[in-house]
């Protein structure tokens, strides 16, 4: 069955540079969220699209942006990088809004800043 | 506004044994969603159980099981006859129909299963 894609699935950066992080929900999935998951902490909800449209919006940083596109996909654009936000960066995707069958979990971008 | 606590950071067994992780959840909305998730080293998220507030009904599906209790506010996830292939952190979320679905997640418990 066909999964939640991201890519790259790492990703290493210099201080202050940008990245783009790709994800690609489950075929018929209309609903895309982003979460950020810092060393040894739970993940923290950052932004979520709804049929192309931002839906909710969480603790995400004026730095980074995001949206998703008429394919669906969605990017998640991060510019004036900072040591801290290194993290494993998740994005999930629904075929509801309200995770009927679970969210599903790509496996995730390693990003580290340098 | 909503919480999720997992008062276990670590857990270790022995494998074979039966290993419950609790979780406890704060919100004063009716209508709700838990769930549990596995995140072996491998570092991806693994779906394992979604229920809503209005069922109650405990869930076992092969070794592991989940009681779901609203009158302590508990959803505890317990593993049956433990496998050092069930050594991974686990998260306890909730998600509200009034804040837009996203997940809140617990600070998640480090299970780790020896041979």
């Known amino acids: 069955a066909a999964g939640v894609i991201q890519s790259p699935r790492h990703l290493i950066k210099e201080k202050r540079e940008t990245a783009t992080l790709k994800c690609y929900p489950i075929p018929r999935h209309d609903t895309v969220y982003w979460y950020q998951q810092g060393p040894g902490q739970d993940p923290q909800f950052l932004i979520s699209f709804y049929e192309k449209m931002q839906s909710d919006k969480g603790s995400i940083p004026d730095r980074f942006s995001a949206q998703q596109f008429s394919d669906y996909h969605s990017e998640l654009n991060m510019s004036s990088l900072e040591l801290g936000d290194s993290a494993l960066y998740f994005c999930?995707?629904?075929?509801?809004?309200?995770?009927?069958?679970?969210?599903?979990f790509g496996s995730g971008t390693r990003l580290t800043v340098v | 506004a909503q919480k999720v606590t997992q008062a276990q950071t670590e857990i270790s067994v022995v494998e074979k044994e039966d290993v419950t992780l609790d979780c406890v959840y704060e919100t004063r909305d009716t209508t709700y969603y838990l769930f549990w998730y596995k995140q072996p080293p491998s570092g991806e998220l693994v779906f394992l159980i979604r229920r809503n507030s209005f069922d109650e009904q405990n869930e076992i599906s092969g070794r592991y099981s989940w009681n779901f209790q609203k009158s302590t506010s508990s959803f505890n996830f317990t593993i049956t006859a433990s496998q050092v292939v069930d050594s991974a952190v686990y998260f306890c979320?909730?998600?509200?129909?009034?804040?837009?679905?996203?997940?809140?997640f617990g600070e998640g418990t480090q299970l780790t299963v020896n041979p």
């Open positions: 999930a995707s629904s075929w509801d809004r309200w995770g009927g069958d679970g969210y599903t």
């Open positions: 979320a909730l998600s509200l129909e009034t804040s837009g679905s996203r997940l809140t």
